[in-house]
């Protein structure tokens, strides 16, 4: 096992209810709140109500930064750290998924920061203090609540950036499964795609850690177990709590500790999110099983065997090559039993840019489970057309 | 899944060498510390040496609180606080394992007390604030490392209390692995039966967490993994980083969260600690196949059987109360297979005082895994003699 340093002072206030702390929480850091959220859904599903409410109660003014974008960008960014300089906020308050959490943290950092906030999302370490980020979460998927991490487009540059910074963690975050209910059955699933692939960019790793392999194998095995149940019932609340507090834990850095870990399938997914304007989880589900059948050698089909077993329940007698084989096919059918996606010509996307998206991608693939050269990426782009 | 609050910020520096970090670490505390410890395992180890010199290089002062008893003791306790107020002590320093980390804890907390320390033990909301703890783990077992409880004895009162506040969880710790490459086959044993008994208090509960309990499965297979491993090669780093780990997950709370959990097998081994010379781990190894074959029944045959199918790769295909049994029969076989002992009469325990132990253990049994009348715990002190 590798070095490492855990340190994850996140409060996390979970379950049904606990958005009764949020003023109390938030007052812990200042009377003076940025709230940050993205379309009308907070409005529909009563929770920007409530917020209000609870803030009030505990005597906190606010202001609002509504209209952050599924992709957050530079520009929204910019907007709230004027806000925040303007108004001197004391806390930001991003209420959604990871695109109001992301656009929030990028938002308090630049709120002190004296340059543009662009050149923190180019920089993480120039980030020496950060506004305290009180988050509430309402879709399970990218980890953010519980991660010190952001991604933020720039559609100027055309760029699509990820900056981390310890500052950003988010002081406390409230999850509520119960406000995942209203997420519909696509989102639902999508979201679980995402927590399932970051489970296993972890998972498959140059090196192995035991501890980390066998939690990466329980939390998919959680995925697996409600990932279905939650898109069939969206009211089935073990199966939304399960999955909620699943995604936190497959990007919080636990499952990587003492590991090096570099992604495989997310460098590839992003140049379909950056070409096409795909759903980030659907275009996990397609690539991931394509990847994997095009890293399975003997070098790897231990590895694929062991991921059968633990988390599939193939049986361990079988033969190692089938076993792989069968734990990549149930893995495809999981996302299509998800109503995910299984090719790219199902979601309008021919093989134009191939060529350069898995230049791209490759550039960011060194170091990951198997190195792969922009000519394989291509062909698991082909593989998955 | 029931509402939790997870809060963990105790800073984890994990890995070879990772004690350079603590003059840096410590000085962020203060400038004047108490080093607490045990024997004279730690100078015959040379962690104490580079310890003093990390300090002196940072210009920290130090004054020494030795000779902490495996059960730490209120005196010492009271000796410790003693030291904090006369000299003005800025933070605890604990080096070893949980007896050493446990007594700094209840000293970090009665040095911003002004009654007795005893008191905090009685009752730990009268546990306002603490001076700041830095562990340095020495042995893979308690768990007190990254967890807010401490166990007392007092001896003239035979009380042997446990005591739990937020403000006394440790700021840092550092777990260097390679510092429990000199502990002996025997604790080493006893520390690994410690990890497996609370993971399995944590798992065996009246209420189900499917993700906690799938994480309970991971860091019990860590536990069967490397136990014997580590027991019969005590250089194997691997093996020691990854008990080590575990240790610290298994009590840290997570394993529990949105669960009800009462422990049942550690109230029982409390009382066999109570009445004769038994080390913890070695009482938990004997009890625990007794008490998990008493417990089975058309009720939780259920639990046993995924048990063994999970954790010992019993066949899903096996007849449950099969699957059950063989389950119980391969926990049994591990401890032995670690080198502890089956049964009561090996390490000279009879049944003199199981009347009186039983009804001691049995009330605080209520709402455990399986409720237990005294009968039916003496029954089980019966069966493993």
Redesign the interface.
């Known amino acids: ?18 958005l009764d702390r949020l003023g109390m929480v938030t007052a812990e850091y200042g009377k003076k709140a940025l709230l940050v959220y993205g379309g009308g859904s907070i409005k529909r599903n009563g929770i920007y109500e409530r917020v209000i409410q609870l803030l009030q109660e505990e005597g906190v003014s606010y202001l609002e930064l509504p209209g952050v974008d599924p992709n957050p960008r530079i520009d929204t960014v910019r907007k709230g750290v004027r806000i925040c300089k303007e108004h001197g906020i004391d806390v930001v308050l991003p209420i959604g998924g990871g695109s109001s959490i992301d656009c929030a943290k990028v938002i308090a950092a630049g709120a002190c920061y004296d340059g543009d906030a662009w050149e923190l999302v180019l920089d993480g370490r120039k980030i020496k203090k950060a506004l305290p980020v009180v988050t509430v979460l309402t879709l399970a998927a990218t980890g953010s609540e519980m991660d010190p991490t952001a991604v933020i487009s720039n559609l100027e540059t055309n760029d699509k950036l990820g900056v981390k910074s310890e500052h950003m963690l988010p002081k406390a975050s409230i999850l509520d ?1 119960t406000y995942t209910e209203t997420v519909n059955a696509w989102h639902t699933a999508c979201g679980t795609a995402d927590i399932i692939s970051h489970t296993l960019e972890n998972y498959f790793s140059q090196k192995e850690g ?2 980390q392999d ?2 990466a ?3 998919l ?2 995925c697996i ?2 990932g279905v149940k939650a898109v069939k019932d969206p009211h089935d ?2 199966a939304r ?2 999955l909620m ?2 995604g936190s834990w497959a990007i919080n850095g636990f499952l990587k ?2 590991k090096e870990v570099v992604w495989s399938v997310h460098p590839m997914e992003h140049e379909l999110s950056a070409y096409y304007d795909v759903t980030h989880g659907a275009g996990l589900a397609i690539l991931t099983p394509h990847w994997m059948r095009h890293v399975l050698s003997d070098a790897t089909v231990g590895k694929f065997k062991t991921y059968g077993v633990n988390v599939w ?1 193939v049986s ?1 007698d079988m033969d190692e090559w089938e076993a792989a084989r069968l734990a990549i096919d149930k893995t495809a059918e999981y996302f299509k039993a998800m109503g995910l996606p299984s090719h790219l010509e199902e979601i309008g996307i021919g093989e134009e840019n191939f060529g350069i998206m898995a230049q791209k991608a490759a550039s960011r693939l060194h170091g990951a489970y198997v190195d792969l050269t922009s000519e394989q990426v291509e062909q698991i782009f082909k593989d998955a057309l």
């Open positions: 096992m590798d070095n490492f340093i855990f340190k994850v002072p996140t409060a996390i206030y979970f379950g049904k209810g606990q499964p035991f501890m066998r939690m194998e329980a939390l095995k959680t177990e409600f609340f073990t709590a399960n507090w699943a500790l003492g329940n361990p």
